[in-house]
């Protein structure tokens, strides 16, 4: 998913040079975005095989390493099978549901299955020097600034639309 951590997830891989990155989002202006963070490769889901496609981009491996970050169920299972066999499915986003996976893929692709919630005070320190450096730029993130009075508003036409990517609020506008 293309929210602000995939996004953020898609500029940490460029500077620590994964290749190749791909991201899956159904909004294009996020997918826009995810290219300029340094992304290989975009993929619209709800118009393109997101299967075909990484297995397209991946020389018919799979990915080594996949990221869920849009926060939707079902799709640590897509995730599962854009994995290579043994690879690593990294459940980033927080879900609130309960979500159903194939214990034949995870078996049989031998996929390592985790979750992450948080990071350390070291990988805080080394993102804070990358954005000192200029490697890492957070402002492309921030979609909206905008005063308290706007944000009901901008919450119908941008947040619930799925739009928006980070939305500040300015107290003093």
């Not at 390493?65 to 939707?72: K, R």
């Not at 995730?79 to 159903?100: E, F, K, L, N």
């Not at 905008?146 to 003093?172: C, E, F, H, N, W």
């Amino acid at each position: 998913g293309g929210g602000p951590i995939g996004l953020a997830l898609v500029r940490l891989l460029k500077i620590l040079e994964f290749h190749p990155i791909m991201l899956s989002e159904p909004v294009a202006e996020k997918r826009e975005i995810a290219l300029t963070f340094g992304a290989d490769h975009v993929i619209d889901p709800l118009s393109e095989d997101l299967s075909q496609k990484v297995f397209t981009g991946t020389e018919g491996r799979g990915c080594d390493v996949v990221f869920e970050c849009s926060g939707v169920p079902s799709l640590i299972q897509s995730c599962m099978d854009a994995a290579a066999r043994g690879g690593t499915v990294c459940v980033v986003s927080v879900m609130y549901t309960a979500a159903q996976i194939s214990s034949i893929t995870l078996n049989f692709k031998e996929i390592w299955l985790t979750g992450s919630y948080s990071n350390t005070h070291e990988e805080n320190i080394r993102c804070l020097n990358w954005m000192a450096e200029g490697k890492l730029d957070g402002k492309p993130l921030i979609t909206d600034l905008i005063s308290l009075d706007q944000l009901p508003d901008v919450y119908k036409k941008r947040i619930d639309t799925g739009l928006a990517i980070k939305v500040m609020v300015d107290m003093q506008l």
